[in-house]
Structure formats: structure tokens, C-alpha cells
């Protein structure tokens, strides 16, 4: 008897979102297969199989089956899509995924990096946690929070639960937010798992991102590494799903689907009975408050060091104030390292005319143009770039004044100020090419007295030996903006950064700010992320934001800035009974201005259903008003 297969076509344009039939031809769910369609020929894959054709469709056979992924993979897919509002062809590529045009090579990171050995006996969190993580591994599975600061042996508890996962026949997942700057995570994973460990992210080439998936496929690798995208690796059988600084906000795709991979991997750990553990010294508020929590204390062979925070409003000096010049002298002095964050690029963030007022903005974006080293301004939004004036455009006059600073002006600085330590820079600008940001690292971990400065990059996940100072900039730069997240953006910025120093050895962090008393700041200085998170649960539950509701974000852009609003008004009336906030418009980008809409509910998928709904009614007005409109499901940035 004949076999019939839904198929799914793998395509990028939303026209063609529905499914085929074909015959099944030895092809199953999870089948990923080449079916002709229309003239053409394309791939698919097979989300269901059945024994009916559907009336009126004489099905042709599918080609060929190119591939086969689990088929608990396409269910996950499917709920992707759904949640997300995405459709099923583009999440289903997320499971199959098709050839890469752009190829971006890299280095393969943690190449050659000695692991640590296992410890001799865990510490007793650990053991604690272990069990805990173990007995709901046996029991059909569980969501746990791993909550401990830097260096308190959470990579240590990953590792023997992937141990754990693996005496049991089953694979592990391991989530880390970006391959490049955590090379000592891999390298501790290759070192007690060996050839067992795949490795999956976006540097790979296509042949190597063949040859890893067929390793994982065939069984050979059942421990997976990666970013993101990992968590649609194709392992049967997943026992344990890790994520690491699960505070990380590279887990959201910003592109359709719109996933946020770390809600992606409690869903496949619940359809596989899987174990999933969240790990982070400064969690989310979200996972404090609903996942069971696991606590590893402080960190092992020592304490936190003392953070010394510097009101600028009181010291002059700025970027390099006197007591921080003081520390990068006994730096300099006695040796070691130093890692100084200061989250802009560039010379200046902007220019000011002293005479009118005026500052210097993009012509496209509604932002202020940013000084760079090579004498031009630039905007961070759209790349556009113009030569430094010598007058102000407005009025004439030669008074431009540079305000604030950048990295390359605190580079410039230090190598006037102190010019026996060798400053190594880590901005966007400086990692441009694949091999440069390894090959920083490399230095930095290899030169005594040498200073790693530069924008959040420098405060992730790297473990270096002897860094004894490490210092904010300006703790302010992340205060202002306009999110419900700033807060917890800063204070987690400022406390990853503090655990950066004295891993080892004694020391010593400092905080440069003009706000010293905001709550980020003051509790980030006292190490109190209990006390931190504690508010802001509260806060949220009283502004009913997540976890206590779901927010879903439509944002509209065009050519002009009424009929942008007016779509979203038109939008907001057809949307369901909820909070809405907006149209509030944001600062325009590329010449498009742009508002959004951002809903609190209970029911996300069937507020984004709807207005998925409303804006495909309203396509044809809308193309012909040049807009743009974007459904972001559980938003991380607004
Ligand atoms: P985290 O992931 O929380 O930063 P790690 O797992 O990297 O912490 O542990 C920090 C350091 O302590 C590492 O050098 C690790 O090898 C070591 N370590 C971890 N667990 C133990 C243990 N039970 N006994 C001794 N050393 C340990
Ligand atoms: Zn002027
Ligand atoms: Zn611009």
C-alpha cells in the first residue's frame, strides 16, 4: 500500500508556507528529502506520514531522502514556528539546514588548549547539585538554575552531568553564548570527553559543519558544543541540555525565526525527558524566579574581590581618573594584567559645537556621529562615514568640542600615561578580521603586564590567570537607555566584569561612575546579586513584565513617520484585549523611521497570531507605503 508524505518545502519567502503531499518512497517523519515543485526542484522535509492521499491531488514520488534528522527535531520546529510566529519552512531549516552563501572562516577556537584534569573530589554544592540533576535524569526530566559565582566549579557540575547523561546511553547538550571568547570551556570538554565532543557554530566551513553533524547523527559525538543554533543539533536521544551564562542575550536570534534558544531548550528538554540546566553567577530574573535553584556559593579558593567604586563627579581625569591611573601603575610596578570595559567605540561618541549646540548626527539615523581614530565620523547604526569637519556645519565656528571617550581614546591614554604597559584593544573595530580575536586573547594571556581594554567582549566568559585589577570605565553608558532591562544589564556587565579579577591571586576592581549610588551600581559593588534580583522580581511583578507576563513587540518602519504610526494604531485596534503600550516611535535608522508596539499578555502566541494576521491583510497598503513590519515574540531589547 502507498505511503503519503507531508512535505514542508525548505524556502525563505513566506508565499510558500504550506505543506505538499508527495509519495513516501521509503521516506519517514524527520526525512529530509528533494522533491520537485512546480518546474523546479527543491528540498523538504517530511513532518508526517501517512496512509491517505489527499481528494483531488495526484501525489509524484519524492526524489531522493538526503538526509534524516530525529523526528522529535520536527516537532520542535513546528512549535517554534507556531511560538514565534515564524513558519514551519524557516524553522524547519533550522533543523535542516541548508548551504551557507556567505562563508565566514575561522580558526577553530580552543585548538591545543590544555583542559584542567578532573577534580579529585567535588566540592559539597556540587555533589548536591549533581544528585539533584541526576535523580530528575533518571525520573523523566527537570529545569534547574545553577546559580554560583565565577570560578564556584559550575563548568565542573556541566561536565560530569554530560558524564552523567552519557553513562545512560543518552547525549548532552552544551550551550555557551559565544565559541570564540569561552576557548577554555571547549578546550575542558575536549579534554575529558576527547573525540566524543562536536562542535557547532557559525565559523564552521560547510564541510566541517557537514562532517560535525554527521559525527553527531552517526552517534560518534554524543556531546555537543556550541552557540545558539546547537540547540537543533541532531542527537536522538538529548539527556542533558546545558546553557552557560545563561544571562547571555546572543541566546535571541534577531532574524526570522525569532527563537530564543534558551526557551528552545526547555521545550526540547521536555519533549525528550531531558534534564535542562540554566547556569550563570547572575542569572536572569526570569530563571530566579521560576526555576528550581541549585546553589554552588562562593568561589572556590577565595573570596570576591573589593570594588572600589569612583564618583566622577568628584574625580577628575575622566576616561583615566587618578585613583584608577594609581592602580594601573602598581600594575605596571609589580606586574600582572588588567582588563579595563568601557562600551563605546571609537575616539569621541561625539561632537559638539561649544558655539550653538549643535552636535554632529547621521543623516540617516537619529544619532550622534562617532569620532574615530582615522579622523572620520561614524555612524555605529549604518556605517555611514564623513570626514571630520573643521567648523561646525550649522554656525561656522571652529569650536567643536570631542565629548565623552571611546576605546580608541582610552588606548591612546594609557600608552601616553603609562607607556611600559602593552595595551591590547577588543572592539568590533579590532576583531573585524576572523583571526584577530583569538590571536588578542593569545597575546593577552601570554604578556605580563599587559592591558586587555575595550566594549562588553572583555567581560565574557574568559578565564585568565593573573588578572589583578580589572576596572569600569563608565558604569553609566548602559543607565540610560530606555529598557526595562537596563538595570539588569549593567549590574550583569558589572559584576561579570568583577569576576574577572583575581582568579588566582589577590584582586582588585574598580568602578568608575556618575551615578554611585544607583541600585546596579551600589549592589554590583557589595557582590549582592541576591539582593538585586530579589527587586527586581518585584518590580516586574508590580509592572506585570516577564515572567509575569509575555511581551510581544510589533515594530513597523518606513519611509515617513505617519504612516508608520498609523499602522500601528490601526494594528493596535485589532489586537485582543490587553496592555498595550505605544505607537511610541524610536530613533530613525537608515533613513527609516520606525515605532513599535509592545503588548503585556498571558497568551502570546495568539497576540502574535493576530497580528501576523493584521499585517498580512494589510501587506498590499503596506508595500506600497514602503513599510516594514516585525513580530518579535518574548522581545530581549526595546
Ligand atoms: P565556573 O564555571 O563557576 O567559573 P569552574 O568549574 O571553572 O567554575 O571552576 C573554577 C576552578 O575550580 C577551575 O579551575 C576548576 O578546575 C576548579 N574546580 C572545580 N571544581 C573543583 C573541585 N571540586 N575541587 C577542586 N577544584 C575544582
Ligand atoms: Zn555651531
Ligand atoms: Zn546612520
Not at 449 to 474: C, E, P, Y
Not at 484 to 497: G, K, S
Request: charged share 25%; hydrophobic share 40%; glycine share 8%.
Amino acid at each position: 500500500m502507498p505511503r503519503y508524505a507531508t512535505v514542508y518545502p525548505l524556502v525563505t519567502t513566506r508565499a510558500l508556507a504550506r505543506p505538499f503531499t508527495y509519495l513516501a518512497d521509503g521516506a519517514g517523519k524527520g526525512s529530509v528529502v528533494s522533491v520537485p515543485l512546480g518546474r523546479s526542484r527543491r528540498r523538504g522535509v517530511v513532518v508526517d506520514v501517512g496512509d491517505e492521499a489527499p481528494a483531488g491531488i495526484e501525489p509524484v514520488p519524492v526524489e531522493a531522502v538526503v538526509d534524516e534528522v530525529p523526528p522529535v527535531l520536527v516537532d520542535l520546529a513546528l512549535w517554534v514556528a507556531d511560538y514565534y510566529g515564524s513558519t514551519p519552512g524557516r524553522a524547519l531549516e533550522l533543523i535542516a539546514p541548508l548551504k551557507r552563501k556567505r562563508r565566514q572562516e575561522r580558526p577553530r577556537p580552543g585548538e591545543g588548549l590544555v583542559g584542567e584534569a578532573e577534580p579529585p573530589e567535588l566540592t559539597e554544592p556540587q555533589r548536591d547539585a549533581l544528585g539533584r540533576i541526576t535523580q530528575a535524569l533518571d525520573a523523566g526530566g527537570g529545569h534547574f538554575l545553577l546559580y554560583g559565582q565565577t570560578a564556584s566549579g559550575k563548568t565542573e557540575v556541566y561536565l560530569q552531568a554530560c558524564a552523567a547523561a552519557l553513562e545512560r546511553g543518552r547525549g548532552a547538550i552544551v550551550l555557551v553564548p559565544e565559541i570564540a571568547l569561552t576557548p577554555q570551556t571547549l578546550g575542558r570538554f575536549r579534554a575529558r570527553f576527547g573525540d566524543q565532543v562536536a562542535l557547532l557554530h557559525s565559523g564552521l566551513t560547510e564541510a566541517e559543519r557537514r562532517d560535525e553533524r554527521e559525527r553527531i547523527a552517526a552517534g560518534e559525538a554524543p556531546v555537543v558544543v556550541g552557540a545558539r543554533s546547537a540547540i537543533f543539533a541532531p542527537l536522538r536521544d538529548v539527556g542533558v541540555i546545558c546553557v552557560d551564562e545563561e544571562h547571555d542575550s546572543s541566546y535571541k536570534q534577531e532574524s526570522d525565526p525569532r527563537y530564543d534558544a534558551r526557551t528552545v531548550a526547555a521545550k526540547r528538554a521536555a519533549l525528550e525527558g531531558a534534564v535542562a540546566l540554566y547556569g550563570s553567577a547572575t542569572p536572569r530574573p526570569e530563571s530566579w524566579h521560576q526555576l528550581e535553584r541549585l546553589e554552588l556559593g562562593g568561589r572556590l579558593g577565595g573570596s570576591l574581590p573589593p570594588v572600589r567604586v569612583v564618583d566622577l563627579r568628584r574625580e577628575a581625569g575622566y576616561p583615566l581618573s587618578a585613583p584608577l591611573l594609581e592602580e594601573l601603575g602598581a600594575v605596571e610596578e609589580r606586574g600582572g594584567r588588567a582588563i579595563l570595559l568601557l562600551n563605546r567605540r571609537g575616539i569621541a561618541p561625539a561632537l559638539h559645537c561649544r558655539a550653538c549646540g549643535t552636535t554632529l548626527r547621521c543623516p540617516l539615523c537619529d544619532v550622534a556621529l562617532v569620532l574615530h581614530g582615522d579622523e572620520r565620523l561614524r555612524c555605529h547604526h549604518c556605517g555611514h562615514s564623513e570626514a571630520e569637519p573643521s567648523a561646525c556645519p550649522t554656525c561656522g565656528s571652529a569650536e567643536l568640542a570631542r565629548i565623552g571617550a571611546g576605546t580608541q581614546r582610552l588606548e591612546r591614554e594609557l600608552t601616553s600615561k603609562l607607556p611600559s604597559l602593552v595595551p591590547i584593544r577588543l572592539d568590533a573595530d579590532t576583531t573585524q578580521k576572523p583571526e584577530a580575536l583569538a590571536a588578542a586573547l593569545r597575546r593577552f594571556a601570554e604578556t605580563d603586564r599587559a592591558v586587555l581594554l575595550g566594549t562588553q567582549m572583555v567581560a565574557k566568559g574568559h578565564h585568565f590567570a593573573g588578572v589583578s585589577l580589572a576596572a569600569v570605565i563608565d558604569a553609566d553608558t548602559s543607565l540610560g537607555v530606555p529598557d526595562f532591562r537596563a538595570d539588569e544589564r549593567t549590574f550583569q556587565l558589572l559584576t561579570q566584569l568583577a569576576g574577572r579579577s583575581g582568579r588566582d591571586a589577590p584582586g582588585r576592581v574598580l568602578i568608575q561612575t556618575f551615578q554611585p549610588d544607583s541600585r546596579p551600581v551600589e549592589l554590583a559593588a557589595r557582590h549582592d546579586v541576591e539582593r538585586f534580583l530579589t527587586g527586581e522580581v518585584e518590580r516586574r511583578r508590580e509592572l506585570s513584565y516577564p515572567p509575569f507576563q509575555h511581551l510581544v513587540r510589533v515594530l513597523v518602519a518606513g519611509p515617513e513617520a505617519a504612516p508608520v504610526t498609523r499602522a500601528l494604531e490601526e494594528i493596535r485596534a485589532g489586537l485582543p484585549d490587553a496592555e498595550i503600550l505605544g505607537p511610541a516611535p524610536l530613533f530613525r535608522v537608515r533613513g527609516r523611521h520606525r515605532a513599535q508596539l509592545v503588548v503585556k499578555t498571558d497568551e502570546p502566541r495568539r497576540v502574535a497570531a493576530r497580528a501576523g494576521w493584521l499585517l498580512a491583510a494589510a501587506a498590499p497598503a503596506m508595500r506600497r507605503a514602503g513599510l516594514t513590519a516585525v513580530v518579535d515574540v518574548d522581545p530581549q531589547a526595546l
